[in-house]
């Protein structure tokens, strides 16, 4: 004779060795959410950092654009002019004239051997 049986859904107490071996379960699986967890703070971080770059660049790109300039520097040779009285930066790639200004007191007092050598 065949006996008809049932799924019923109840109640079960675990036994120790059960309640054990969940517990260590419990365990190494907080401890992998928390590696997990920190794993994603440290890309979040990386990634925030590569994001606050390009936005950077994109602020500085943008307002060379709408400004149409930017400084840089040039190496220059510096030339003075003594019948105009003025101190002229000469680009030493280019040898376009990069700026020019007035004499400074301190370019007054130039040595003559100084003066010699560039009137030459």
Known sequence: MNKKTYNIYEKY??????????ADELSDKLLSKEG???QLKS??????????????QII????DIRSKYEYRYFKCFKKRDI???????????????????????????????????EDI
Request: aromatic share 10%.
């Open 36 to 38: 997990k967890e920190e």
């Open 13 to 22: 107490n675990f036994t120790e060795k059960e309640l054990r071996e969940k």
């Open 43 to 56: 890309v979040k971080s990386q990634f925030k950092a590569e994001i606050e770059g390009f936005q950077a």
């Open 83 to 117: 019948k105009r009285k003025i101190n002229v930066f000469v680009c030493s790639k280019t040898g376009a004239i990069m700026k020019e200004s007035p004499f400074t007191d301190d370019d007054y007092q130039m040595e003559i051997s100084d003066q010699v050598k």
């Open 60 to 63: 500085k790109l943008s307002n």
